[in-house]
């Protein structure tokens, strides 16, 4: 069974303050690794697709990079805004439709 | 740009009853997917569909779910007789190629709530 982890599972931040967290997943059969930024009451947005070993993305203040070889990915979010506060899901496709297995997410609050 | 959508947004029912959750995914995409989130629980894979058939399912889809695309545009969730345990927030998500590397695009769901 393939098996998603994140965390924290929570975090609050000041604004201003940069931030990172943490997705593991099985480093065997890696085709890719996706980010998703979900907020309240909004469907979750595609952030990032990463597939090549030490790949790092960006996207204005907030990026990613991938260990593939060891199974994890970092996001940063660099001077974290109120308008950041969401829950960051990151998922890994597998099986025979690539369907997406989810991490627990972690739920990032900003206060102004 | 062009999104997923999803009705109704809230759905209550009492159990034993058939629900339907409407979906339309994005119109060039060919591979659609119903997702569920139970609150506090990882959001979970429930089926995946292309070519009017389903393609994968999970173990949490058992005969009480039916998805169906009756007319080229909606994609529909059909629970026979719900039971509490489906009180979930539900999510259709579509994509236009299979690859591991094409994100998914979600709807905003549909909260049911089974009292």
């Known amino acids: ?112 | 740009e062009p999104e997923v959508t999803q009705t109704p947004s809230h759905q209550v029912t009492q159990m034993g009853q058939e629900v339907i959750l409407r979906c339309v995914p994005i119109s060039n995409h060919l591979y659609f997917y119903w997702y569920r989130q139970i609150l506090g629980q990882k959001v979970e894979f429930l089926v995946s569909f292309y070519n009017n058939e389903i393609s994968e399912k999970s173990e949490i889809f058992d005969d009480q779910f039916s998805v169906e695309r009756p007319d080229g545009s909606n994609f529909t969730l059909k629970i026979r007789s719900t039971k509490l345990e489906d009180s979930a927030m539900y999510f259709c998500a579509s994509k236009a190629v299979r690859s591991a590397n094409s994100p998914l695009h979600f709807g905003n769901g549909t909260r049911l709530t089974v009292t």
């Open chain 1, 1 to 112: 069974i393939l098996n998603v982890e994140q965390s924290p599972q929570s975090l609050h931040v000041q604004e201003g303050d940069s931030t990172n967290f943490t997705c593991s997943f099985p480093s065997s059969n890696f085709y890719a690794l996706h980010w998703y930024r979900w907020e309240t009451a909004k469907s979750p947005e595609a952030l990032f697709v990463m597939t090549l070993n030490g790949d790092e993305k960006k996207k204005g203040r907030i990026s990613a990079t991938l260990n593939t070889k060891e199974g994890y990915s970092y996001l940063y979010i660099k001077g974290s805004q109120p308008e950041d506060s969401a829950t960051y899901l990151c998922a890994f496709p597998g099986g025979a439709t690539n369907k997406l297995i989810f991490g627990t997410g972690t739920l990032l609050a900003v206060q102004p």
